[in-house]
């Protein structure tokens, strides 16, 4: 994550010409956002096409034990909720506070995100150790924005 992020920084602004005002930067790492919840879709995709196929699950979880096909589809969509809440707040507080070549960092947070997502998907199956990467990938680069964002903060309220 820490390479990704800082090959980012280095290498997209020659590449994007990143807003330099706040407005725009909060309105460039919302439209960036869009593919965090793209994941979002997909697992929402996932469990509907499930339980449309599923005589168990068809009837929706709260009237059932949900079939061994759909468990992982839910799991999925539940830690994918989870962990775009934590993404797309952090995303958004951060450009906030930060603008210019500093969304490089917003860019390679949300490519991160859809990598995990993809390992964590695949990683499932085999167990907690195999799903370890997708869960770290993921979350890792949202919760660097959410302390850059705290000292980013105190900065501001110490030195003005």
Not at 4 to 33: C, E, H, M, N
Not at 37 to 45: I, K, S
């Amino acid at each position: 994550c820490i390479g990704v992020l800082v090959a980012s920084y280095f290498l997209l602004p020659s590449l994007i010409d990143f807003p330099r005002d706040a407005i725009g930067a909060l309105i460039f790492t919302l439209r960036v956002d869009l593919f965090v919840l793209f994941w979002v879709l997909v697992g929402v995709g996932l469990v509907s096409h499930a339980r449309r196929q599923s005589m168990q699950d068809i009837a929706g979880s709260a009237f059932g034990t949900p079939s061994e096909t759909i468990r992982i589809k839910i799991a999925f969509l539940q830690n994918t909720l989870e962990q775009a809440v934590i993404a797309i707040g952090s995303h958004i507080v951060f450009s906030t506070l930060a603008s210019g070549d500093a969304l490089a960092l917003v860019v390679a947070a949300t490519f991160l995100f859809g990598v995990g997502r993809v390992s964590f998907y695949r990683g499932y199956p085999r167990g907690a150790a195999a799903r370890a990467f997708g869960v770290v990938t993921t979350v890792i680069p949202g919760l660097l924005a959410f302390l850059a964002s705290l000292v980013l903060m105190a900065l501001r309220v110490v030195f003005g």
